[in-house]
Antibody, heavy 129, light 107 residues
Framework: QVTLRESGPALLEPTETLTLTCTFSGFSLASRGMCVNWVRQVPGKAPEWLAL???????SYSSSEWTRLTVSSDPPRNQVILTMTNVDPADTATYYC?????????????????????WGRGVLVTVSS | DIQMTQSPSSLSASLGDRVTITCRASQSLTVYLNWYQQKPGEAPKVLIS???NLQAGVPPRFSGSGSGTDFTLTISGLQPEDFATYYCQQNYKTPITFGQGTRLEIK
């Protein structure tokens, strides 16, 4: 059974750095085709994809946020970590990690024919002074 | 980035109705378009992958069609549990992008 759980601070002040941890079980990120994504959602708005790390340790980022984001993995702990620098009240959202499995290798950083099959429950992060 | 445009943004319907939600991409996705359902307080759940593939456990009243840039999600015979928000998503190319959502409400 695949499970993912997000953890991190509930409240930050503007300009601080947000560090979120996704702890997962039921799969190995080292297995071919496995990916973990970070997605956030402001209440009442659509989900916004932020970042992805795959089984080759390749990383992809949102076009609008890439300068502030870093995604990494800690394989022994089955964790994926997202850091976001210089947070702003506009970053207030629920942050989710998700699993995605790519069925075949289509090329570096190519992930079509896949979908987010498991989600964590999300962690609400509020940025306020 | 590939832009995803859903319509309508909201929809009122009655139990038993057939409803259709559309999603248009700013460039061809071939068939690589996914649909998710989200209920209040929950994470989204995948309904359909690659335009037409119904995921395990999803009732057959849900169906998807389309290719290229135009896709539809159809729900035939609305049930009370179907009133939710629906999102399309492409991961044909990164950055992965979502549509803005369609909120389905009870009339």
């Amino acid at each position: 059974q695949v499970t993912l759980r997000e953890s991190g601070p509930a409240l930050l002040e503007p300009t601080e750095t947000l560090t979120l941890t996704c702890t997962f079980s039921g799969f190995s990120l080292a297995s071919r085709g496995m990916c973990v994504n970070w997605v956030r959602q402001v209440p009442g708005k659509a989900p916004e994809w932020l970042a992805l790390i795959d089984w080759n340790d390749d990383k992809s980022y949102s076009s609008s946020e890439w300068t502030r984001l870093t995604v990494s993995s800690d394989p022994p702990r089955n964790q994926v970590i997202l850091t976001m620098t210089n947070v702003d009240p506009a970053d207030t959202a629920t942050y989710y990690c998700t699993r995605m499995k790519v069925p075949h290798y289509y090329g570096s950083k190519t992930y079509y024919n896949s979908f987010f099959d498991s989600w964590g429950r999300g962690v609400l992060v509020t940025v306020s002074s | 980035d590939i832009q995803m445009t859903q319509s309508p943004s909201s929809l009122s319907a009655s139990l038993g109705d057939r409803v259709t939600i559309t999603c248009r991409a700013s460039q061809s996705l071939t068939v690589y378009l996914n649909w998710y359902q989200q209920k209040p307080g929950e994470a989204p759940k995948v309904l359909i992958s690659s335009a037409t593939n119904l995921q395990a456990g999803v009732p057959p009243r849900f169906s998807g069609s389309g290719s290229g840039t135009d896709f539809t999600l159809t729900i035939s015979g609305l049930q009370p549990e179907d009133f939710a928000t629906y999102y399309c998503q492409q991961n044909y190319k990164t950055p992965i992008t979502f549509g803005q959502g369609t909120r389905l409400e009870i009339k």
